[in-house]
């Protein structure tokens, strides 16, 4: 199948992690659909994920409200219709230390097995012609929209939080070819219209559409 392409559903810079144009499946397993997902992570023009480091950064847990991305505006990367949204899930605290990361990493087989809610938290389904766009990872009551609501690209839907399987804050974008995470199957995606700043530090470059690199820093272009 032909890459879906979308607008980016943030306005500011990010981090792109996890990235489809690295390796596929891109987080390393096709479960839930996640084969070509693409995490985006908030940064400032100078690449933090936060502004404050201190001793919570390298030996405990921080709260997520110290990240450049909690709270920022998610928006619909295209026109389409809510078809499924789940809120409720905490927006727990956030890791950067490899101390408080190798005990949220033996845990992961627990969240899988506890299903969707334990590794999405909170997110939601646009149905997007044949295909189904999903945003997870939101914040925690701040959806904007709910089943059956029909949205607009670049309309807000939600914030960005920490809730589900996630170290930091950040939004996760899949496509799939149903809304069942249990049996959907990932569909390859691509942005439109934007500037990337690759990790060698050049840059940045102008995009009518693609596929951001891993490591690199994206944008909306100027010209959109």
């Known amino acids: 199948m032909d890459a879906v392409v979308l607008d980016l559903p943030f306005t500011g810079r990010c981090l792109v992690q996890n990235s489809p144009a690295r390796r596929v499946p891109s987080h390393g397993t096709t479960l839930m659909g996640t084969t070509y997902a693409i995490d985006f992570v908030g940064v400032d023009e100078s690449g933090r994920t936060a502004p404050v480091r201190d001793w919570r950064t390298f030996l405990a847990t ?22 499924a949204v789940h809120d ?18 033996l845990g992961q087989a627990a969240r899988v097995r506890r299903g969707t809610s334990a590794i999405a938290g909170n997110h939601l389904t646009l149905a ?14 701040s959806l904007r929209v709910g089943v059956g609501d029909a ?9 960005c ?24 199957r990932g569909v390859p995606l691509a942005f ?3 500037r990337e700043w690759p990790r060698d ?8 559409d693609g596929v951001p690199a891993e490591g690199s820093v994206v944008a909306p272009s100027l010209r959109a």
């Open 62 to 83: 921080e709260p997520p409200e110290r990240f450049f991305a909690y709270g920022s505006p998610i928006l619909a990367p295209c026109d389409g219709t809510v078809v």
């Open 88 to 105: 409720g899930e905490v927006d727990h605290e956030a890791r950067r230390s490899q101390l408080a990361l190798v005990p949220y990493a």
């Open 128 to 141: 997007y012609g044949r295909v189904f766009v999903t945003l997870v990872h939101l914040r925690r009551g």
């Open 151 to 159: 949205v607009r690209a670049g309309q807000e839907l939600a914030d």
């Open 161 to 184: 939080g920490n809730s589900g399987n996630s170290t930091q804050p950040h939004v996760h974008v899949q496509v799939n070819d149903s809304r069942d995470f249990a049996t959907a």
């Open 192 to 194: 439109r219209d934007y």
């Open 201 to 208: 530090g050049s840059g940045p470059v102008e995009h009518a």
